[in-house]
């Protein structure tokens, strides 16, 4: 059974205020979890270190993540943060090749591979993001376009059981409408049987999350696919209420778990 993780991207929303009274209230709904789940958020580069802090004095359960890093391990090139930094400040997971990264700033999928390689190197968890646009799913081209992603990603052999993968439909992100769980379902088990050419029991381990328009009312159908293991919120996870609820979804599909809360 793999356990299900449940991310919050808060790309470049808010400032420190807004963000750490996100954070104190998730603590104090989150918190009420036993670890049948695992949950992440992942701030602005700006308050990684000040949310570690939070984090860590208040023993949150909730981790910490980042939503980008570096191709190059160090040296002069202004403006980028390297994967040992993230690590230095207390990132257990990066978010790479998100869909507004490929195309705002045109990264390719071999970029992507090498910022994964480089968040391995430093003991960070990679979530590989990958995802067609709806013109590419209109011309049937789904499919070419993942597996044209996902080659640099299956060619980092060993470590590939050490990534997390995430399907985020272009057409779903940001625009209220998810894929449903049966489009979910077969992508997700396409990704699955993709990375069992290359090795069958990382196939079977490999976390590969959803992403696009999730919220309260589908993430239960979506997390219940047998191959969704669960998601990277973006909006909703900007919400302490919300993002709670889509959590709470993900506790109550977890293995063997009462439910406590109301
Ligand atoms: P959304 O974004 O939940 O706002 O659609 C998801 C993401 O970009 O990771």
Redesign the pocket.
């Known amino acids: 059974m793999r356990n299900l993780l449940i991310i919050g991207?808060w790309?470049m929303h808010g400032n420190w205020e807004t963000s750490h009274a996100l954070l104190h209230r998730l603590h104090e709904s989150l918190n009420k979890f036993p670890n049948a789940i695992k949950i992440g958020v992942c701030p602005p580069f700006v308050y990684l270190e000040r949310t570690h802090n939070f984090l860590s004095s208040h023993q949150s359960l909730i981790k910490l993540g980042a939503q980008d890093v570096s191709t190059e391990e160090n040296g002069a090139y202004t403006g980028q943060i390297s994967a040992a930094m993230l690590q230095d400040v207390g990132c257990e997971w990066v978010?790479v090749g998100?869909?507004?990264r490929r195309h705002i700033l045109n990264e390719s999928s071999e970029q992507v591979a090498q910022k994964a390689m480089m968040a391995l190197k430093s003991k960070l968890t990679p979530i590989i993001?990958i995802g067609e646009t709806l013109k590419e799913r209109e011309n049937s081209r789904t499919q070419q376009v993942l597996a044209e992603q996902l080659a640099p990603v299956l060619a980092l052999g060993d470590n590939l059981s050490k990534i997390v993968v995430?399907y985020?439909p272009v057409w779903?992100?940001?625009?209220g409408l998810s894929a449903t769980p049966e489009q979910a379902q077969e992508i997700h088990a396409w990704v699955r049987e993709e990375v069992a050419k290359v090795d069958q029991n990382v196939a079977q381990s490999l976390p590969i999350l959803y992403?696009?328009?999730?919220k309260p009312s589908n993430a239960l159908e979506l997390f219940g696919c047998p191959d969704v293991d669960g998601g990277?919120?973006?909006?909703?996870?900007l919400d302490a209420g919300t993002f709670f609820e889509i959590c709470k979804s993900a506790y109550n599909l977890a293995e063997d778990m009462p439910l406590p809360l109301e």
């Open positions: 991207n790309k978010i998100h869909s507004e993001c995430a985020e779903a992100i940001g625009t992403g696009g328009s999730v990277l919120i973006g909006g909703a996870s």
